[in-house]
């Protein structure tokens, strides 16, 4: 499903009451919430507006399990970590034990190696069934999503929940979650904005299927709900 709406801001108000929502729903009923948060500067809106007060205090947040859809595979406190940016923006201002944050990074290790340590830490939290609550996405110009890049080997992977790879165009490693792990999730939210997404947007929702080239079509859940928040530049209406 897309939804459209006129700025980022009313993207990320929606955003933000969906993770509330889901948060307090999957608590009441499991005693639990597992969310996967997405990097780059799009989600920065959201997470600030979940650390406000307005937000904040609607979450229990002791019950909060949060992972990364992908990470590069840099340290914590570098400029391009997206965790870095989600600890400025949400994770330092919420009361979330320390222990149910599960960085996609670790000092002095392979990325292929923890790239099997996370699905272990996904698995000690979801079990084998694997299926999180939330999962925010967000689409690149490219039509990609977390690192599934186009062309990239990553993209027919059917085993692993986790897989790191180096990506050549950028001359760095990415360790990310697989299509098949994400599409077990109960929500999976993407959100797009500005007009630089229009072409993809429109490839990934109405093309033919072809997701070597737009591998955000991969993303079919498999019993969950995938909702796309956009904005009028994006959804090619302005």
């Known amino acids: 499903m897309i ?21 307090q729903k999957a608590i009441a009923e499991k005693g639990q919430f597992s969310a996967v948060l997405t990097g780059g500067s799009s989600p920065a809106g959201i997470y600030k507006l979940l650390a406000s007060d307005d937000y904040k205090n609607k979450i229990d947040w002791s019950k909060v399990f949060i992972f990364w859809g992908d990470e590069r595979w840099v340290p914590l406190n570098d400029d391009l970590s997206n965790a870095k940016m989600s600890y400025a923006t ?3 201002h ?10 996609m990074y670790a000092d002095g290790v392979e990325p292929e190696d923890y790239a099997v340590t996370y699905e272990k830490a996904i698995k000690k ?3 084998d069934e694997g299926k999180f609550d939330l999962i925010l996405l967000g689409m690149g110009d490219d039509g990609h999503t977390a690192s599934l890049f186009p062309g990239q080997a990553v993209l027919e992977e059917q085993n692993k929940w986790v ?9 760095m490693y990415r360790i990310t979650l697989t299509a098949p792990l994400i599409n077990k999730a109960n929500k999976i939210v993407v959100i797009a904005f500005g007009d630089k ?10 093309g033919a299927y072809n997701p070597a080239l737009y591998p955000m079509q991969l993303i079919k859940p498999v019993s969950g709900e995938l909702l796309f928040l956009v904005d009028k530049s994006a959804a090619g209406t302005n």
């Open 3 to 23: 939804q459209i709406y006129n700025n980022t801001e009313e993207i990320n108000t929606k955003a933000a009451d969906l993770f509330v929502s889901e948060a």
């Open 90 to 92: 949400l994770l330092s």
């Open 94 to 103: 919420v009361p979330i034990p320390a222990e149910n944050i599960f960085e």
């Open 125 to 127: 939290v979801l079990g």
């Open 163 to 171: 897989d790191a790879y180096y990506l050549e165009p950028q001359k």
């Open 197 to 206: 997404k229009a072409p993809a947007l429109k490839e990934v929702t109405t």
